[in-house]
């Protein structure tokens, strides 16, 4: 922990070295005035007065000593303040994201639909996964047919996964909507067509593509069969498309995932009932997307505090999965890979500014411990809410069975949210992440697991001002903010960079600013800004990279060795289980 202190304050050292000359010179007033403070007020106050008792530790007194709200006898307090107390930023938008917007239109030099699509070429597929898994595979699907110069026929949504949902693509997304938007891309047909009049229909060939199959994998691996057989369908297909494609291709992605693809009306209707009950409540709200099922932490491998009780209950779901080999659980939460827990997620908003006033929408399954693992989340966030409830049974009957319709509802009620934060890393959070990044960065909390892991273990030993510094601390590059990840690193998904296009306009109004800087300076001031928002010294960790493309340097290639917060990447030869972790 000292440690830690210490690199940060020589970080921060660093950063302001060009003020060291003018911070000797006035340091010496300052401390004469310092000396008076000194002499003249008892103890530095804690942040807050109105404050939360948390269970504390006693320890021994220590030669232990972090910052200026300590106690009088040198122990640190952590004593968790109600209020945020952040008036240095405003927690409800991101920074400059008025200078960016989404564009996904196509460019003069992508061909109209008709120009391309060759006749008795079509290509199926069939999704896998949750939700989510199978809204990359749609997306992606589009694309694939693009590249072949095929026609897609609407996909075939997993019914048989983890999540056991009979629903087929028109019950989830408006299907007349999706091939509308997207006529003039890729023609899009609801079943495949009769082999001349009063033939039989195409039996299409089935195939596997590799992960993250590139346009000229798909030139190579399907165009061929396609060609002999005309038919092709592709099975399990999720995370089939390489990151890195042309522009063209990607922004014909985000027309897909952020237009085409529209949730029905009844689940429209019932999700925008759920917003305007949360905006009913306080105008903003936050929606916390929380994944603390039984299997998911048993298969996380991690330790989550509950001593010889957890061991067991996790340990028994454990043994249910065969292929699980999980010995030391430090190791997933060194690599930050544990989930954080619904009392960790509530420290960490906390320590980012969001006062117990805030209302909170939480999505989640199953929660491992239920009431009694909630309980120092919602006393942190005393108004808590869920789809249950805010909703009554009644209005929920049509979702209940159908997991992928209740998934939509929470996607859009998180969608809508002033501030999105997650406790994971999977398809959701990914998704979500990259659409909020499109339509005007909404803040996107993900926490930086890695990092805060250990600060979570020595917060007992901290004051809270110190706790809550570092935690804004890791997290700067996790908040959703323009420009935190660099183009290209995480999965197109996540990180849609090619549709996010800079308001140059805008820009030049906030270069001139209301300050005026001296020629030269203000290009220094500029760059400062826009790299602001990134964590330098510890760079977002996006596993999820095409091994084969070669976008990474040196620096990349190391962390893209480790495996980060990422269950999509966990791979199990039990599918089910891959599916249920995924999601
Ligand atoms: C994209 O195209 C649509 C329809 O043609 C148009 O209304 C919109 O302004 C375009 N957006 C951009 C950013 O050019
Ligand atoms: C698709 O059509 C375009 C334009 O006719 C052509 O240049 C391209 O080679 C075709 N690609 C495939 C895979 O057939
Ligand atoms: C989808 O399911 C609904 C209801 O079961 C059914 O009416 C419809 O024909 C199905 N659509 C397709 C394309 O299978
Ligand atoms: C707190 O500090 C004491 C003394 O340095 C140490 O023994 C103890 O393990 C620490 N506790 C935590 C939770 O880090
Ligand atoms: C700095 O801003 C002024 C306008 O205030 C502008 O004319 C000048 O070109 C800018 N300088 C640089 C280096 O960008
Ligand atoms: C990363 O992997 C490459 C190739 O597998 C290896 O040469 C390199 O030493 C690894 N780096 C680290 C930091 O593990």
Redesign the pocket.
């Given at each position: 922990m000292a440690f830690h202190f210490q690199r940060r304050r020589l970080h921060y050292y660093h950063r302001f070295r060009f003020l060291l000359p003018l911070i000797s010179a006035i340091s010496g007033t300052l401390l004469i005035l310092f000396a008076l403070l000194l002499v003249l007020a008892p103890s530095p106050s804690p942040l807050d007065v109105n404050h939360l008792h948390q269970p504390r530790h006693q320890h021994s007194s220590s030669s232990f000593n972090v910052g200026v709200d300590d106690d009088a006898i040198g122990v640190p307090v952590f004593r968790v303040p109600s209020r945020g107390g952040r008036s240095d930023r405003d927690i409800w938008t991101s920074r400059n994201s008025n200078f960016y917007y989404g564009c996904s239109n196509a460019t003069h030099k992508f061909p109209n639909v008709d120009e391309i699509t060759s006749p008795n070429k079509y290509l199926a597929i069939a999704t896998s996964g949750g939700l989510n898994q199978q809204r990359t595979g749609i997306t992606d699907a589009v694309v694939a047919a693009r590249i072949l110069n095929a026609s897609l026929v609407v996909p075939k949504l997993d019914q048989k996964s983890f999540w056991k949902d009979a629903s087929n693509f028109s019950e989830i997304f408006d299907v007349d909507w999706f091939i509308s938007f997207l006529s003039k891309d890729v023609k899009i047909i609801k079943q495949l067509p009769r082999r001349g009049k009063g033939g039989k229909t195409w039996t299409p060939s089935t195939m596997r593509v590799p992960r993250k199959c590139s346009e000229r994998c798909y030139q190579n691996r399907v165009l061929p069969v396609l060609l002999k057989r005309h038919a092709v369908q592709l099975n399990k297909f999720d995370y089939r498309l390489a990151n890195k494609l042309s522009t063209d291709l990607q922004k014909l992605r985000c027309r897909v995932n952020y237009h085409a693809l529209k949730f029905t009306d009844p689940i429209q209707k019932m999700a925008k009932k759920l917003v305007h009950r949360m905006r009913m409540r306080s105008k903003h709200y936050i929606a916390l997307h929380l994944r603390y099922e039984p299997d998911m932490l048993a298969f996380s491998g991690c330790y989550y505090g509950g001593g010889d009780k957890e061991r067991k209950e996790l340990g028994a779901i454990r043994r249910r999965w065969k292929t699980l080999h999980i010995s030391n659980p430090d190791k997933p939460r060194r690599h930050g890979r544990c989930p954080l827990t619904p009392e960790e997620v509530g420290l960490m908003l906390r320590a980012l500014g969001y006062g117990s006033d805030v209302h909170i929408y939480v999505a989640s399954g199953e929660v491992y411990g239920g009431e009694e693992t909630l309980a120092p989340l919602k006393a942190l966030f005393p108004n808590f809410y869920s789809k249950d409830t805010i909703a009554t049974k009644e209005e929920l009957e049509p979702f209940y069975s159908f997991s992928s319709r209740m998934a939509a509802l929470d996607f859009i009620v998180c969608d809508e949210s002033d501030v999105f934060v997650t406790n994971n890393n999977g398809n959701m959070a990914k998704i979500l992440a990259g659409r909020r990044r499109y339509f005007g960065h909404k803040p996107t909390i993900r926490p930086n697991a890695k990092k805060l892991y250990r600060l979570f273990l020595s917060k007992e030993n901290m004051t809270w001002g110190a706790f809550a510094s570092s935690v804004r601390t890791y997290q700067r590059g996790f908040m959703g903010e323009p420009n935190e990840v660099r183009p290209g690193r995480g999965s197109f998904h996540e990180n849609p960079h090619t549709c996010i296009c800079e308001d140059s306009q805008a820009k030049v109004k906030r270069d001139v600013g209301p300050r005026k800087y001296g020629k030269g300076i203000n290009e220094t001031r500029r760059d400062e800004v826009e790299s602001d928002a990134q964590n330098v010294e510890d760079d977002p960790e996006w596993p999820d990279t095409d091994e084969d493309e070669d976008q990474s340097g040196p620096l990349d290639?190391?962390m893209?060795?480790?495996t980060g917060v990422d269950y999509d990447a966990v791979s199990s030869e039990e599918p089910e289980l891959e599916e249920m972790l995924s999601d």
């Open positions: 290639n190391d893209f060795n480790r």
